[in-house]
């Protein structure tokens, strides 16, 4: 099964800073990259996603940076705030489809210290 | 609008029983894809169902299966459960499916066998 890396495991983060969570892919026919949040107890929610036609989007607080050659991508939650501690997952799918489905990171929980 | 609604949301369920999940999409969707989610593997995809055809399969046994009925509500059934079955089950809706659309997911099944 195709893989998509994500690091950190675990980050904690002062009120006000910026929080980065990276993933590396290595299929390069994935071309949809969303990332979701998760609180406990509730289903992952999607935040914003990018297709690798651009190398950023942003949307409010949260911005992905997209490098297809590197082939990884970010998530920048700028001003981070404690409503922002959940567990938040990278994904990967392509237009193909078949029997990955999307591809998820392994979660990184993120801690906002206030 | 009404999101994801999944039914029921807790399980317990004994070693070698059968477990029925249901799942009722963002009304106008006619996508419906179910992930499993535990601490170990994260979240991974079990298969995608798309006017009442499955579409796409993940990498699980055949005692896992689904259909999807004509107002693309779809079930989700687990025959002879193993201990390792234990998860949670999420279910996610989109408008036209295909692997790069937005995916919106339900709060899941906790199911647990004991």
């Known amino acids: 099964q195709q893989q998509v890396k994500q690091s950190p495991q675990s980050l904690i983060v002062q009120k006000g800073g910026i929080s980065i969570i990276n993933c590396a892919y290595e299929?390069?026919?994935?071309?949809?990259f969303p990332w979701y949040q998760q609180f406990p107890g509730k289903g992952p929610a999607l935040l914003i996603a990018?297709?690798?036609?651009?190398s950023e989007k942003k949307e409010g607080r949260f911005t992905i940076s997209f490098n297809k050659s590197a082939k990884q991508f970010s998530l920048h939650i700028m001003d981070s705030q404690p409503g922002d501690s959940a567990t938040y997952f990278c994904?990967?799918?392509?237009?193909?489809?078949?029997?990955?489905?999307?591809?998820f990171g392994k979660g990184t929980h993120l801690i906002i210290q206030p | 609008k009404a999101g994801v609604t999944q039914t029921p949301r807790y399980l317990i369920k004994t070693r070698g029983q059968q477990v029925t999940l249901s799942c009722s999409p963002i009304?106008?969707?006619?996508?419906v894809s179910w992930y499993q989610q535990t601490p170990g593997q994260g979240l991974q995809f079990l298969f995608e169902?798309?006017?009442?055809?499955?579409?796409n399969k993940g990498n699980f046994p055949g005692r896992f299966s689904g259909r999807q009925f004509s107002n693309s509500r779809s079930e989700m059934n687990v025959s002879t459960l193993e201990l390792g079955d234990s998860a949670l089950y999420l279910c996610?809706?989109?408008?036209?499916?295909?692997?790069?659309?937005?995916?919106?997911f339900g709060q899941g099944t906790r199911l647990t066998v004991v």
């Open positions: 996610a809706s989109s408008l036209m499916g295909g692997m790069n659309t937005e995916a919106f």
């Open positions: 299929n390069t026919a994935f071309d949809y």
């Open positions: 990018i297709r690798p036609d651009v």
């Open positions: 994904a990967a799918s392509w237009s193909g489809g078949g029997a990955d489905g999307l591809t």
């Open positions: 009304s106008g969707h006619r996508s």
């Open positions: 169902y798309f006017s009442e055809t499955q579409r």
